[in-house]
Structures are given as C-alpha cells and as structure tokens.
C-alpha cells in the first residue's frame, strides 16, 4: 500500500510539471491520467492501473478537508491560516471551523492542485501568488518563508448573480430613499466612488449600481480580478495580467484603463483604484467620459478623496498637489461610503456629493430628502 500511495504521488508530480509547462494533452484531466498510468504502470494488472487513475485524479483534484466547505453555499469566504486553522465566512461573520490538514505538506498539495491547473506556482522563490479560479473565485496564497505559520490559502467565493439595488435595499444594506437617488443619478451620468474597508461589500454595492447603466451603452469593465457580474449586453470584460514566473509579461490595470479609452467606451468601470491608474481614470472623467464608477479603499468620504489625490500622485508624472486636487474636484460627482459592522452586515453609512472648496475637493452629505427628490 505505501509503494501504490508513493507511485500515485510521483504521477501526480509528473501531472503537474506537465501542467505547469504546458505539455498537458487535449483531452480531459481523466484520459490524460490514464495515459502517463499506461505509460509509467503498464506493468500492473487492469483494475491495479483503473485504481491508479482514480487515486491520482483524487490528488490530483480533490481539495481534502476543504472539499465540505466550497461545497456549503453559505460559505462565501475560506481562510486557512496554516494546516490547523481553518476559519470561513458565513454571512459576514468570521467564524473557526474544525476543519484541519494533517500537514504543511498536505496543505501545500492542496494549493498546488488549485494553482497547477491555472499555471500558477508558488515556491521558495516566489512566495506569494493571486489567482482566479475557472468559476470566477479568487485565490491567494502566501508561503514559508513570508508566512510564519505555515501555508496561508484564503478562496474568495464567486458569486454568479450579483446583487440588485433591490437585493441591498431588501438585506439593509441600502435605504430605499438612498438607492432610488443612486440609480437616478447612474441613469444620469454622474461619476460615482464607492468607498470603504476590506469586506465592506465595495463590489457588491459597485456592482449594483452598475445595474441602472441604461442597456444601449457600451461599458468596459477593468478588474485585477474579475468579480463583477453585469446584467447589460454590451459589456467588454477586462483583467489584469501579474508577471509570469521570468518576470515578464505584465498587464496593469493602468495601462488596461488607457487602452480602454481607445475602446470607444460609454462607461468605464474600474473594480478598484489603488495605484497610479487613479490619474488615468480621472483623465479620463474629465475628457468625456463621465458616469463611470469604480472603488477605492477608505475611512470616510473625505478620506476617500484624499486617498484618490495620493494615488493619482504615484503616478509620478510631476503634476502640481493642487492640479491633482482639481483634477478630484471636477471628475467625481458623489462618494458612496460604506462599512461593515459588527454583527458581519454590510451597511451604506454615507451618500456624499463632491462639492468644491478652499484648495480642491470635499464632500456634502445627501440629505433624505434631497435623495427622495433627485
């Protein structure tokens, strides 16, 4: 039994090198296995080899102990903080599972099955690595020596229909008042910025609001990892590249928001700004194509603001603080902030319009009212 165990590893090794340099055959994962077993194991007996290809499929593809959890629909997020503690996310709170890996090395198998198939690999060298899985998930890994407590996988869950302005509003993520206001002024052009911290629900909110884009424009979409889930037709889906393993071959989201001017956009949709990209979104708000929305991360409106002055900064192309400010001023119309509370709900705290002030760029609450009437 430990010599079976140990040749269903190496073929499973083998099957990854081979995915990893791109040798791996046209056919299914399955016809694939059973060719390297005929070849490596001719030797063996009919039902020896069609065990064999049923082990090595299972290391091969099988994700252990986290199989129940991507399984369960409430989960949306899975964090494994090393082989023995493994926590989720259920309906925004962060919760311990039981839930454990028998090894670093267990759980290093584990990762190499989630990244083989996207050739993606991490190693020694190369310790850290974003993914996105066929199903839209996202995947991060970081490893020894970065992560002190082991392999370190954390999967966010895809959602295939996101959320409506309707579904916010039903969940309290939204005042009714609130979203008939945001929609009017999608449907009207205005720029928007949805702000806020990690897991506030930015996406979803961005997402959701892109939903009053009216169905006869074009809109180009650019993500680092692609979430969001347009319900228009004339959408163009973009997605940033990361270098491969020499180091080349990177696309950012700047040089992405750029080549999307040339795409003869009606809106632009950033999933988040938090580079130098900022200076070219705002560019492009001030030439012509206004009523795009994107997110950054943030405290407050005001902050927010800020944060859109420093990162267009970065940019390093020399412009004057105070350019960079009217820049800020005259492309964005309203700032949506919003935070996730205690309980794990995710609430729109603030719907702020951008108003100019002494030296730039501040932000003026929308009253109810004002909301109910615009």
């Known amino acids: 039994?430990?010599?079976?165990?140990?040749?269903?590893?190496?073929?499973?090794?083998?099957?990854?090198?081979?995915?990893?340099?791109?040798?791996?055959?046209?056919?299914?994962?399955?016809?694939?296995?059973?060719?390297?077993?005929?070849?490596?194991?001719?030797?063996?007996?009919?039902?020896?080899?069609?065990?064999?290809?049923?082990?090595?499929?299972?290391?091969?593809?099988?994700?252990?102990?986290?199989?129940?959890?991507?399984?369960?629909?409430?989960?949306?997020?899975v964090m494994v903080n090393g082989p023995d503690a493994v926590y989720v996310e259920r309906r925004g709170r962060v919760e311990r599972t039981e839930v454990a890996f028998g090894s670093a090395g267990e759980l290093m198998h584990a990762i190499e099955r989630i990244l083989a198939p996207l050739g993606r690999r991490v190693d020694e060298a190369s310790p850290l690595?974003?993914?996105?899985?066929?199903?839209?998930?996202?995947?991060?890994?970081?490893?020894?020596p970065l992560a002190l407590s082991g392999p370190c996988l954390t999967i966010r869950r895809f959602r295939r229909h996101g959320f409506s302005l309707a579904d916010l509003v039903e969940n309290g993520t939204l005042a009714r008042d609130q979203a008939d206001f945001l929609a009017g002024r999608v449907s009207a052009r205005a720029s928007i910025l949805v702000s806020g911290g990690t897991g506030s629900g930015k996406t979803t909110t961005l997402n959701a609001l892109s939903g009053s884009i009216p169905a006869g424009e074009r809109i180009?979409?650019?993500?680092?990892?692609?979430?969001?889930?347009?319900?228009?037709?004339?959408?163009?889906?973009?997605?940033?590249?990361?270098?491969?393993?020499?180091?080349?071959?990177?696309?950012?989201?700047?040089?992405?928001?750029?080549?999307?001017?040339?795409?003869?956009?009606?809106?632009?949709?950033?999933?988040?700004?938090?580079?130098?990209?900022?200076?070219?979104?705002?560019?492009?708000?001030?030439?012509?194509?206004?009523?795009?929305l994107t997110t950054v991360h943030a405290n407050s409106p005001a902050d927010a603001l800020r944060r859109v002055e420093t990162l267009a900064l970065m940019a390093g192309v020399g412009l004057p603080h105070a350019a960079v400010r009217?820049?800020?001023?005259?492309?964005?119309?309203?700032?949506?902030?919003?935070?996730?509370?205690?309980?794990?709900?995710?609430?729109?705290?603030?719907?702020?319009?951008?108003?100019?002030v002494a030296g730039g760029a501040g932000v003026r609450e929308v009253s109810a009212e004002e909301g109910t009437g615009g």
């Open 1 to 77: 039994m430990e010599a079976f165990e140990e040749l269903a590893e190496a073929l499973r090794s083998r099957l990854i090198e081979r995915a990893r340099e791109g040798a791996a055959g046209a056919g299914g994962l399955e016809e694939e296995v059973r060719g390297l077993v005929d070849a490596e194991a001719g030797a063996l007996p009919g039902d020896e080899r069609a065990r064999l290809c049923d082990r090595v499929v299972l290391l091969a593809t099988g994700l252990g102990p986290l199989e129940p959890l991507l399984a369960d629909p409430a989960v949306d997020e």
């Open 129 to 144: 690595c974003d993914a996105r899985l066929p199903d839209g998930s996202r995947v991060n890994v970081v490893i020894p």
């Open 220 to 292: 180009v979409t650019i993500e680092d990892a692609a979430e969001l889930r347009l319900r228009q037709h004339h959408v163009v889906r973009l997605e940033a590249r990361p270098p491969n393993l020499e180091g080349r071959g990177e696309v950012t989201i700047r040089q992405l928001v750029r080549n999307a001017l040339r795409m003869r956009p009606d809106r632009i949709v950033v999933g988040e700004v938090r580079g130098a990209e900022a200076l070219d979104m705002l560019q492009a708000l001030n030439t012509g194509h206004e009523g795009s």
């Open 326 to 356: 009217e820049q800020v001023a005259s492309a964005l119309d309203l700032v949506v902030h919003q935070a996730r509370a205690a309980d794990g709900s995710r609430r729109v705290e603030e719907v702020c319009e951008v108003v100019r």
